[in-house]
């Protein structure tokens, strides 16, 4: 696992179902994985950004100007209410300055919107030891195949 030039972790992603990218026998998903990941990887949040709230509409922003998927935001379902919502393929989740307390609760959020959708979370102004921890937890719930990034 190492940054990118982006502050970006490449993550640890095995899909438990065996198909691909995504382990979703979706279509589109592996173009949308390729498409939102390369946005997160250009994103660079308005310096003014603070809160949790703030970078999602930041990066919903963001990606809505350069992608062409349905993006919700923090739409109410029966698997919870993701932050943002690409194409009812891929929920995403954002994390704000995390404490473990914050992270330890949010696995139980996570594994819900990975029964219906692929999962990411983006962690702002987390160490590098608390992705680390976070992907070493997702592991051991069985569920590696949340893909986790850090922004710096």
Known sequence: MSPSAHGWFEPRW???RGAGLSGWPTAGAEEL??????????WEPDPECET?????????DWL???SE???????STREGKPDILIGDLLAVELKCH??????????????VHSRQWMTW??????TASEVGRLQDLLADKGLEQIKVWRLA
Request: glycine fraction near 10%; include cysteine.
């Open 33 to 42: 994985c390729a498409v939102v990941g390369g946005l997160l990887n250009g």
């Open 98 to 111: 995390p404490t473990k307390g914050v992270l330890d609760r949010a696995l139980g959020q996570f594994a």
């Open 52 to 60: 949790e709230n703030d970078f999602a509409r930041n990066l919903i």
């Open 69 to 75: 998927w349905e993006i919700e935001v923090s739409p």
């Open 14 to 16: 095995r899909s438990r």
């Open 121 to 126: 979370v983006v962690l702002i102004d987390a």
């Open 64 to 66: 809505d100007v350069d």
